[in-house]
């Protein structure tokens, strides 16, 4: 068996302490990754608010089929909360967002109706960036983890979570 330097393995709490520049890596990468992820809803405002243009009043854009579900967005549903309303929740839900908020904005209801959505949408993103955060940190927890086992000849075995038991 290959002897390791015992400065490799944890000694103390501070061990486990994330260096700055480590820190700051992290952050780095993770902010990258954050806007290619906003791309997409970015790209979606743009187009919401080209079609949203063509309402002359914000009740002019419940008749504009192709932005029902960036309204209803924009009220605050989440995609996932969209089946648990019926049509006439879901039109109630983008009434309430016209009357109290795109309606009070005036002309401006347009840029006002694109601002909620993208704020929702960024709400959205924060949530998956957690999660990606959290499996990035994981996978490397893991490749550092089989790296040291396999230099020290450890036998080990790995069991992924949609293996069957047997």
Do not use: H, W
Not at 11 to 34: H, V, W, Y
Not at 39 to 50: F, G, N
Not at 65 to 72: A, G, K, M, Q, V
Not at 108 to 123: A, C, H, M, S
């Amino acid at each position: 068996m290959i002897e390791m330097d015992k400065y490799q393995y944890i000694q103390c709490a501070e061990d486990l302490i994330t260096s700055r520049e480590q820190t700051r890596a992290g952050f780095i990468e993770a902010a990258r990754a954050k806007n290619y992820k906003a791309q997409p809803y970015i790209e979606q405002a743009r187009t919401l608010k080209s079609l949203s243009s063509q309402a002359a009043s914000p009740s002019d854009l419940l008749n504009i089929e192709e932005i029902r579900n960036s309204l209803l967005t924009a009220s605050g549903l989440s995609d996932k909360a969209f089946k648990y309303f019926t049509e006439e929740d879901k039109t109630e839900a983008i009434r309430i967002l016209i009357s109290e908020f795109l309606a009070p904005a005036g002309e401006n209801f347009v840029d006002e109706l694109e601002n909620r959505f993208l704020l929702i949408k960024g709400d959205s993103l924060g949530g998956s960036m957690r999660n990606y955060v959290g499996s990035v940190a994981q996978v490397k927890l893991v490749r550092k983890i089989l790296s040291i086992l396999s230099m020290q000849q450890i036998a080990f075995q790995i069991l992924f979570k949609d293996d069957k038991k047997e």
